[in-house]
């Protein structure tokens, strides 16, 4: 099993829809959760971090469950510069290290 | 956030050579982290650089094949050696801010490196 799956996609959406992605991970002991978007052909950077209470960025909410090892990502009103590579990250068996998941893309459509 | 620079952007590399890997931070970072994103794959760490002590590398990364140096709390390289297609990769830098930032990692702009 891999430390962080995520289910890679693609999500092709219209422009205002609302468009969820979720990640689950195995170490019931990581107590750092992160988001990021990749670009196409551009670095990681970081969308948000995700609380144990859950938290929001404008558009951007992120949920996490940790009985179930579990984190979500909801968008709404979709814009077509969302279009991306949401990546689920972790960290593992230290603070600094971190565990990428292998990416969720999205598509979305005029 | 950091503002972290990447030289080489990108390079074509002949099989059998090197190529090393420059990382600028704008601000000493206590702990530099190196990644490798190969085509179509996520972020896989390859070593943590340590000032003033040998870097800790990831299962399956090993010093003669990632030879790395951390000389001051600002700049890193990381070497590639005897290249194969097989490591044609984005390479990241990347920094933690500590707990002031929770944990976050910076990435710079990458390196991607094609060997022919």
């Known amino acids: 099993r891999k430390e962080v799956e995520q289910d890679p996609g693609p999500f092709n959406v219209p422009e205002g829809a609302t468009v969820a992605f979720n990640c689950t991970y195995s170490n019931s002991a990581s107590q750092s959760f992160f988001w990021y978007r990749q670009d196409c052909r551009k670095e990681p950077k970081l969308l948000m971090s995700?609380?144990?209470s859950g938290n929001e960025d404008g558009r951007f909410t992120a949920q996490l469950n940790r009985a179930s090892q579990y984190i979500s990502l909801l968008i709404r009103d979709s814009k077509l510069s969302d279009s991306a590579t949401y990546l689920c990250?972790?960290?593992?068996?230290?603070?600094?290290?971190?565990?990428f998941g292998s990416g969720t893309r999205l598509l979305v459509r005029p | 956030s950091a503002v972290i620079s990447q030289k080489p952007s990108r390079d074509i590399c002949q099989r059998g050579t090197s190529l090393t890997i420059q990382c600028q931070v704008d601000?000493?970072?206590?702990?530099m982290f190196w990644y490798r994103q190969q085509p179509g794959q996520s972020l896989t760490l390859i070593a943590t650089a340590n000032q003033g002590s040998e870097a800790t590398y990831e299962s399956g990364f090993v010093i003669d094949k990632f030879p790395i140096s951390r000389p001051n709390l600002t700049f890193s390289t990381l070497t590639v050696s005897n290249l194969s297609p097989e490591d044609s990769s984005i390479y990241l830098c990347s920094v933690n801010y500590g707990p002031v930032s929770g944990n976050t990692i910076y990435f710079g702009e990458g390196s991607w490196l094609t060997v022919v």
């Open positions: 990250v972790v960290n593992g068996e230290s603070s600094y290290k971190l565990i």
């Open positions: 995700v609380y144990s």
């Open positions: 601000s000493q970072v206590t702990m």
